[in-house]
């Protein structure tokens, strides 16, 4: 089936570091969904992607999909310890319907 | 409006028993969602709905069946438990159309010994 690799599995940063994940796929994507889970949480949605090249920013989240949307990339600039969790991109497929693929996730810590 | 609501938060089930995981979601969304997460490993689609009276197989449906006979419901049940369904259960629901994301709900923890 389709996949999505997701890296780094684990980010350790000094509270005020900037961190990145990357999403990639071997086939073209649709779209691309960013979600995060805190710690015990569940999943909350925090941007899509649909066109080629896009860049979404959210306060100090940076959201890229790829030109030829097969990857994407979160950037948090100069994290803080609210940003702990794991970040999730999703991603749809052409002709995927309603399947969503998740990556496996990149779970951040950040030390203060 | 509560969002989605996922009953039991925890269960702990003997190998072989059978049960069921509710979902319900109350922002009239037509596209819902069962996830089971495991460490390591994401979120791995069950099963899925795009509307009453409609489901179909995710990644990982074995031991597994849903049903949705109504837009707001769409219950999981594990036919005949085992210990490899040890995981987070979590119900996801959207609206259609592009540029909706999934709404979570809390998950229900299930341990099978």
């Known amino acids: 089936g389709q996949q999505v690799m997701q890296i780094p599995q684990y980010q350790h940063v000094q509270e005020g570091e900037d961190f990145t994940t990357y999403c990639n796929s071997s086939?073209?994507?649709?779209?691309i969904q960013w979600y995060k889970q805190r710690p015990g949480g569940h999943p909350v949605f925090l941007i899509q992607l649909v066109k080629s090249g896009e860049v979404k920013k959210q306060k100090r989240l940076t959201f890229q999909f790829g030109e030829a949307k097969k990857n994407s990339s979160l950037h948090i600039t100069a994290t803080q310890t609210t940003d702990v969790g794991t970040y999730f991109c999703?991603?749809?497929?052409?002709?995927?319907?309603?399947?969503?693929?998740f990556g496996t996730g990149t779970k951040l810590q950040v030390i203060p | 409006n509560a969002g989605v609501t996922q009953t039991p938060k925890f269960q702990v089930l003997k190998t072989g028993q059978s049960m069921t995981l509710q979902c319900a979601q109350d922002m009239n969304h037509e596209y819902m969602s069962w996830y089971r997460q495991d460490p390591g490993m994401g979120l791995r689609l069950i099963h899925y709905s795009v509307g009453a009276g409609i489901t179909d197989q995710g990644e990982v449906p074995n031991g597994y069946n849903v049903s949705r006979s109504t837009t707001e419901d769409f219950p999981l049940r594990l036919l005949s438990a085992a210990p490899s369904q040890t995981s987070v259960y979590f119900c996801?629901?959207?609206?259609?159309?592009?540029?909706?994301?999934?709404?979570f709900g809390s998950g229900t923890r299930l341990t099978v010994v």
């Open positions: 996801a629901s959207r609206a259609p159309g592009q540029g909706y994301g999934y709404t």
């Open positions: 086939t073209t994507l649709s779209n």
């Open positions: 999703a991603a749809r497929y052409s002709g995927g319907y309603q399947k969503v693929t």
